[in-house]
């Protein structure tokens, strides 16, 4: 369980991004399981895609999913950040599955629904920061206290 | 102690994640009261009428209305209050005007969803909504939007929105309206009496239903 100052920066950052995360998908989880529409503050397109067929799988919302993914990341970044190491591994794993996911939502946005939410935006943003994160881990990683 | 600290972490953090969720949860449904008893019966031998309220109610307000008229959309929630208060029974017919570019496609998606027995939850969406999809140039997909979040099955809501049934249905009403004089939403009719248009608000409506009420009940 050895760590270095860089690694406990990074993961602290991680942890971080993944806890903003986990409360704006929470959130959209509770408004999608009450029935909410007011959701957007009456914004058509973001109505439009978190109303979607593309917004649940089965009776899943993807925000539910979501919100395990960075419930996932928090967990692993505040293990990793204390020197274990397989929480490493499980963080990258989570990082980069959520990516390909917001990249295939972003692709149904912008494609299918010609709509765009702005939570959905903002997840976006975070997973892309959490991505950036893990590909500039090597230089953390290097940096000795 | 510090080899514990990052489960105290994550626990600490997944207690806040499902406590704020469901007390979020909690918050919002209060808001949004669980669906109404959804009914439809036939009030005419082959007209199909949709009704919200006990059959044998002292008091029957029919409305005339089209979800893409604003006072209709002022009206909507405060006659959801009067059916509870007094107990009426609450009729609802299409009459969408010309003047109101998708308020033919509204009526067709409550019609829709009626189908599937949600019309009275779609009905409310559209009117909480009214001032989204009205000036949207898409409407369409909003009303599927709406029909998802209803959980209701979209290839059928969507065909069903195209169905010459649901056309009828919808022109069936307004058909019925026009042929009783109604040219305005919403016109409200009080135990088949018409409530002058300048009394159809909020604000005059409990006044004109306890009057029903001890009209029909006058030793009480």
């Known amino acids: ?145 | 102690m510090r080899r514990y600290l990052p489960f105290v972490i994550v626990i600490g953090v997944a207690l806040l994640a499902v406590g704020g969720g469901a007390y979020l949860y909690r918050t919002k449904r209060a808001a949004n009261p669980a669906p109404k008893i959804s009914k439809t019966e036939t009030e005419r031998p082959g007209e199909i009428v949709h009704v919200l309220g006990p059959a044998n109610a002292t008091v029957t307000l029919e409305e005339f209305g089209d979800f893409q008229c604003p006072p209709c959309g002022k009206l909507s929630e405060p006659l959801n209050q009067l059916q509870k208060q007094y107990n009426l029974r609450v009729i609802y017919r299409e009459f969408p005007l010309a003047m109101h570019n998708h308020a033919k496609e509204a009526a067709y998606a409550a019609e829709a969803a009626a189908r599937q027995g949600y019309f009275w939850q779609m009905h409310d969406l559209l009117y909480r909504e009214q001032a989204v999809w009205s000036i949207s140039t898409d409407a369409r997909a909003l009303f599927s939007a709406y029909a998802g979040m209803l959980q209701l099955d979209l290839d059928r809501f969507k065909k069903d929105m195209d169905s010459n049934e649901v056309q009828q249905k919808v022109e069936a009403d307004q058909q019925r309206g026009a042929a009783i004089g109604v040219k305005n939403t919403p016109t409200i009719f009080i135990n088949n009496e018409a409530v002058p248009g300048i009394k159809s608000n909020p604000d005059e409506l409990p006044a004109l239903v306890e009057a029903a009420l001890k009209k029909a009940k006058p030793s009480s």
């Open chain 1, 1 to 145: 369980m050895s760590r270095s100052r860089g690694q406990t920066i990074f993961y602290s950052a991680a942890a971080l991004i993944s806890l903003v995360g986990l409360a704006e998908a929470t959130y959209l989880t509770a408004i999608f399981l009450s029935g909410e529409t007011a959701v957007c503050g009456g914004s058509a397109d973001c109505f439009q895609v978190l109303g979607s067929s593309y917004a649940k799988i089965g009776p899943v919302p993807v925000s539910g999913l979501g919100a395990l993914a960075y419930f996932g990341v928090f967990t692993f970044a505040t293990f990793a950040g204390f020197g274990y190491a397989r929480a490493r591994q499980f963080f990258t794993w989570t990082v980069t599955a959520m990516f390909c996911m917001t990249l295939w939502l972003l692709f149904v946005q912008a494609f299918r629904l010609h709509a765009f939410c702005r939570y959905c935006l903002f997840s976006a943003a975070l997973v892309f920061l959490l991505t950036g994160l893990v590909v500039a881990r090597p230089v953390a990683e290097t940096q000795k206290n």
